[in-house]
Nanobody, 123 residues
Framework: QVQLVESGGGLVQPGGSLRLSCAAS????????VGWFRQAPGKEREGISC????????YYADSVKGRFTISRDNAKNTVYLQMNSLKPEDTAVYYC????????????????WGQGTQVTVSS
């Protein structure tokens, strides 16, 4: 059974940092393009970042560019999202998704999705 599990969310003050993890089982995550997405209550789902399965190409939404960094450790079958300089507007449930094609990752059409982890940025 394929499963993606997000972890690392929590409560952090504005300006703080968190590192989210997306750990996979049942698939070799290195064969997939992996993305991070978020959704706040009453808001549309927003694509945050994607990383390629092949050449390491990355995508970042303008809202997080320069603050967030996506990376992967294929030996651990895990993709990470390092989030720095967090703002209250970053508060959301964060999801990871695996996609066969990089363009599908960017557009949010993942083949597999995790259950999400809550990130709350508040003083």
């Amino acid at each position: 059974q394929v499963q993606l599990v997000e972890s690392g969310g929590g409560l952090v003050q504005p300006g703080g940092s968190l590192r989210l993890s997306c750990a996979a089982s049942g698939i070799t995550l290195g064969y997939y393009n992996v993305g991070w997405f978020r959704q706040a209550p009453g808001k549309e789902r927003e694509g945050i970042s994607c990383i390629s399965s092949s050449d390491g190409s990355t995508y970042y939404a303008d809202s997080v560019k320069g603050r967030f960094t996506i990376s992967r450790d294929n030996a651990k079958n895990t993709v990470y999202l390092q989030m720095n300089s967090l703002k209250p507007e970053d508060t959301a449930v964060y999801y990871c998704a695996a996609a066969v094609l990089f363009r599908l990752c960017i557009t949010g059409n993942g083949d597999y999705w995790g259950q999400g982890t809550q990130v709350t940025v508040s003083s």
